[in-house]
């Protein structure tokens, strides 16, 4: 067991603004030298989406849930304001006069500091989701994985 | 104050100054100092308590026309 201090988040809302707030306190989490996980579920799987179209064989729920949900995280919509897609585009707007980092960056940010990115199987089987889909050398997991890391940890948020 | 290592994080927002903070200080030795200058408005509190946790000391830190410096011991 090492003596590191853990961060734990679940990240269930495929909000745009809910991600980012989750990747930002995972990086912070990084920083202070936290072992961090994000447990991706339902929705939160969009954020791990690849851009491009991969075919894989589905059934037809699966491909209206496919063609329907984001395809990665620069895709998601906001929870507030999303006005058709326009409120994405102008807090991007906004985000770049600030300095803030877009989604996809604090993604590669992330993957930069070694935290887990964690895909639940069972929500992915729900949406469709293949593993093809999803980002390279991400981890595959279930409630036990996250209840084992989520017991001694020192930081828990369900986003 | 005389720093080993000087840290250009203006400009940069939330959670980036402390990312890179913690990147710079991996590279001093323990008992060498890194400068920090940042703009981040956050930045007093972030740089405390994460100096504080982490098992660093903030000697000293100052604001002068909106850039907040900050010397921080590695521990």
């Known amino acids: 067991m090492s003596e590191r201090k853990t961060t734990n988040i679940i990240l269930f809302s495929g909000d745009y603004d809910k991600a980012m707030a989750a990747y930002i306190i995972a990086n912070g989490a990084a920083a202070y030298d936290h072992d961090v996980t994000i447990f991706h579920t339902f929705w939160g799987l969009n954020a791990l989406r690849k851009e491009e179209m991969v075919p894989v064989k589905k059934g037809f729920m699966e491909k209206m849930f496919g063609g329907m949900m984001p395809r990665g995280a620069d895709k998601l919509g906001l929870s507030n304001m999303n006005f058709m897609g326009m409120g994405p585009k102008m807090i991007k707007g906004v985000m770049k006069k600030h300095n803030a980092m877009p989604l996809p960056d604090l993604i590669d940010m992330a993957r930069e500091q070694e935290i887990n990115l964690v895909a639940c199987t069972m929500t992915m089987d729900l949406l469709g989701l293949h593993k093809d889909e999803l980002l390279e050398e991400i981890e595959y997991a279930g409630v036990a994985a996250y209840l084992a890391d989520a017991e001694n940890g020192n930081v828990n948020l369900f986003i | ?75």
Request: charged share 30%; aromatic share 6%.
């Open chain 2, 1 to 75: 104050m005389n720093a080993d290592k000087v840290l250009d994080a203006k400009g940069l927002a939330c959670p980036m100054p402390i990312v890179k903070t913690r990147k710079a200080i991996k590279e001093i030795e323990a008992g060498q100092i890194l400068e920090v200058q940042t703009t981040d408005k956050g930045a007093k509190s972030d740089l405390t308590a994460w100096a504080k946790s982490t098992g660093h000391e903030l000697l000293d830190s100052n604001e002068e026309n909106d850039v907040f410096t900050f010397w921080i011991k590695k521990g």
